[in-house]
């Protein structure tokens, strides 16, 4: 079943039910890439094919899962032991008609190695938005 807002929620309140039925099938590939042991790449592509095939009572208007997603991300440790690094997700538009457009989110990290039992990290994701929000 596809979970849909639940149409008595209280603004502010984040209830969903349960209504008609949906496939959803697609392949993920991902590649990795080490040029060196300092340098490292990461590419990813996601195709999915979603059908709804019983819309319920409630009509389910459309899956709100994106047709084409990819990522690309790299990371550099340099001497020092610092680590930093940064890459791009592409997400497709999902819903009817692209109710939901399309967008691009930069994200980059740094991490430091330490010699005590675990690493300390500092990362940032979702740095940018690089394409505009909803405007349908």
């Known amino acids: 079943e596809v979970a849909v807002s639940d149409p008595n929620n209280v603004v502010d309140e984040f209830f969903t039910v349960n209504v008609g039925e949906l496939r959803a099938q697609g392949v993920e590939v991902t590649a990795n890439l080490n040029p060196s042991d300092a340098l490292k790449f990461s590419f990813s592509y996601g195709y999915t094919d979603t059908d709804i095939t019983e819309a319920g009572d409630d009509e389910v208007l459309a899956a709100v899962f ?54 300390a990290r500092l990362g940032v994701r979702y740095l940018a938005r690089l394409a505009p929000p909803c405007s349908r």
């Not at 990522?71 to 997400?91: C, K, V």
């Open 66 to 119: 994106p047709e084409h997603t990819a990522s690309a991300y790299f990371s550099y440790e340099l001497p020092s032991s610092l680590t930093l690094g940064g890459g791009l997700r592409f997400i497709d538009e999902r819903g009817i008609n692209g109710a939901f457009d399309s967008y691009s989110v930069a994200d980059m990290s740094a991490s430091w190695k330490r010699r005590a039992p675990s690493p």
